[in-house]
């Protein structure tokens, strides 16, 4: 399905703006601050109920405005279906079709997004929470059975991280152990098999990209020579002692490397952008091969952050899938010289 149109309201300097989105390629242009990328997070927002530039919802809504509202109009060859969030004092909510929608997992199952936006080389050079989420994030949409394990999980480790900071009796704490051994285990099983197909998918962009191998490894947060029930068993003391959980798969990380070398530490802030970028690029491309919908990939100024030889190789392999592209620019002919593309111009909020 693609984004067909979207409707926001009082959303940063938005007012109220209604757009028919092309099915392929939508280009917003605009000078700084025009609100260019406020439309990139509304449909963020829209998809999964969070923002790409902030974890609190309320600095979203317009000055002198008490609420937000973005409705989104998904459309295939079969069918239509309205999608809107709407955030107020009493929190964000959801509705599809009309309907309070059961989570934001609903959202993100029927509009799956992904963002390259100047701040994309956090996913190579910030901590491991950032390289979870992406792995988790491409579970979601490619296995059917993950996001119960993975709340399985949650669940067992908040309730046993809780009776750890209570100095609970040791039987109460370890109640919680059977279940989270066995979603633990199923999680970083579930994240390793994913890496591998992903390895095989990244080769060609990291040689396109950077003449180099790139491997990519999964560190599954315990000692990879023991079972996770070993683990806590070894690390109960040290549970004890720090109140909290110190093995498992909350303590993962996706190891990339770039012939042989840590990319985190050895490579340019501009090659992590790039890295960070054939990663996206690479989970879009699977989400295909399993015959999924790759969903919107949300490109914020890339002529800004990257030279013109690494935007020309970008694009090249952004129009190899699927996905419908939505990318903010300074100036139009920075990137219609290369996208066949609907054009809108942004000022001050306005969009024309």
């Given at each position: 399905m693609t984004l067909s149109r979207l409707q926001v309201r009082d959303f940063r300097c938005i007012a109220h703006a209604d757009l028919e989105l092309d099915p392929a390629c939508t280009v917003l242009v605009g000078p700084n601050g025009s609100g260019k990328t406020s439309f990139l997070e509304a449909i963020h927002v829209l998809s999964c109920g969070r923002s790409f530039r902030t974890h609190q919802l309320g600095v979203l809504v317009r000055k002198c405005a008490t609420d937000f509202m973005a409705v989104g109009f998904l459309r295939s060859s079969a069918r239509e279906i309205v999608l809107g969030v709407q955030y107020s004092e009493e929190g964000l909510q959801a509705r599809i079709a009309g309907q309070r929608?059961?989570?934001?997992?609903?959202?993100?199952?029927?509009?799956?997004?992904?963002?390259?936006d100047p701040n994309v080389h956090s996913l190579v050079e910030a901590g491991p929470e950032n390289r979870r989420t992406f792995l988790d994030r491409g579970l979601f949409h490619v296995e059917p059975h993950f996001v119960q394990v993975w709340r399985r999980y949650q669940r067992a480790l908040k309730q046993r991280n809780r009776a750890l900071k209570l100095a609970s009796d040791a039987s109460l704490i370890r109640t919680w152990d059977d279940e989270l051994v066995q979603n633990g285990t199923s999680l970083a099983a579930d994240r390793e098999r994913y890496i591998q197909e992903l390895?095989?998918?990244?080769?060609?962009?990291?040689?396109?990209f950077f003449s180099q191998a790139i491997e990519l490894r999964y560190s599954r947060g315990w000692a990879a020579d023991m079972t996770l029930e070993a683990a806590l068993e070894r690390a109960w003391s040290r549970d004890q002692q720090?109140?909290?959980?110190?093995?498992?798969?909350?303590?993962?990380?996706?190891?990339?490397?770039?012939s042989g070398r840590p990319a985190k530490q050895s490579v340019s802030r501009g090659q992590q952008k790039m890295l960070a970028a054939a990663l996206i690029l690479a989970q879009l491309t699977h989400f295909t091969s399993r015959q999924l919908?790759?969903?919107?990939?949300?490109?914020?100024?890339?002529?800004?952050?990257?030279?013109?030889?690494?935007?020309?190789?970008?694009?090249?392999?952004?129009?190899?899938?699927?996905?419908?592209?939505?990318?903010?620019?300074l100036k139009e002919d920075q990137l219609t010289e290369r996208l066949s593309a609907r054009v809108f111009h942004v000022k001050q909020g306005q969009i024309a």
């Open positions: 929608a059961r989570g934001f997992a609903e959202l993100a199952s029927l509009l799956p997004v992904q963002i390259i390895t095989a998918i990244i080769e060609p962009f990291a040689m396109n720090t109140a909290t959980t110190t093995v498992g798969p909350h303590r993962a990380d996706l190891i990339v490397t770039l919908d790759p969903g919107c990939l949300l490109l914020d100024d890339p002529a800004a952050e990257l030279d013109v030889d690494n935007l020309s190789r970008l694009l090249a392999h952004i129009e190899k899938i699927r996905a419908q592209l939505i990318v903010t620019s």
